[in-house]
């Protein structure tokens, strides 16, 4: 069955670095595009990136542009996203996604990433 | 940015019905978004029910079904069970690659 984990989450600074993976197995990763979703403490879901099957293209929403950048490993059936000038209200639980019929069909446990000083 | 309303919360009777709706700032969610529901129970990560627009995913009970109500996508569940106390999210699609939440309606069933 479909399997996602996510990791690579943990306690960073303001400003600082982080590199989320999203391991995939129990079906062809290259043939799905992904997303990563988030979810701040207490909130609702917000959508963070998508990258198409064959990484050729990625987009973002206005609060993760030109900071977040997702890429993918199709040979070893992993996505990653890479967050810089994280911000406290990045503080969030972390979710990669798998993309199907237009919607996130499959989801990982998530992986928490919390931005303080 | 595109905002994609829903209700913040709504209850329902154990064995009635009730829907939840989700719609834009500005314009009509139609099967063009391809509208998607999620159900998140405390903890747990989303469940896909609806995708599509009004297709059930694998496995999800047909009280659950999805649809058009006039300029905005539609959960309705009829018979409401305990169980269905959950968060729900819709999911649109704005552009090809480029998705936005609802903010979530929180259902009681009491």
């Known amino acids: 069955q479909v399997h996602l984990v996510e990791s690579g989450g943990g306690v960073v600074q303001p400003g600082g670095s982080l590199r989320l993976s999203c391991a995939a197995s129990g079906f062809t990763f290259s043939r799905y595009g992904m997303h990563w979703v988030r979810q701040a403490p207490g909130k609702g879901l917000e959508w963070v990136t998508f990258?198409?099957?064959?990484?050729?293209?990625?987009h973002y929403p206005d609060s993760a542009k030109g900071r977040f950048t997702t890429s993918r490993d199709n040979s070893k059936q992993m996505l990653y996203l890479q967050m810089n000038s994280l911000r406290p209200e990045d503080t969030a639980l972390y979710y990669c996604?798998?993309?199907?019929?237009?919607?996130?069909?499959?989801w990982g446990q998530g992986t928490l990433v919390t931005v303080s000083s | 940015q595109t905002v994609v309303t829903q209700e913040p919360s709504l209850s329902v009777s154990p064995g009635g019905t009730v829907t939840l709706t989700c719609g834009l700032s500005s314009g009509s969610v139609s099967t063009n978004y391809h509208p998607s529901w999620y159900q998140q129970t405390p903890g747990q990560s989303p469940r896909m029910l609806i995708y599509?627009?009004?297709t059930r995913s694998s496995g999800v009970p047909d009280r659950f079904s999805g649809s058009i109500l006039g300029n905005k996508a539609a959960l309705t569940i009829t018979g409401a069970q305990a169980d269905d106390e959950s968060d729900y999210y819709c999911?649109?699609?704005?552009?090809?690659?480029?998705?936005?939440f609802g903010g979530g309606t929180k259902l009681t069933v009491l």
């Open positions: 990258i198409r099957s064959d990484a050729k293209k990625s």
């Open positions: 599509n627009t009004d």
């Open positions: 996604t798998t993309d199907l019929n237009w919607g996130s069909a499959f």
């Open positions: 999911l649109v699609c704005v552009d090809t690659d480029i998705r936005v």
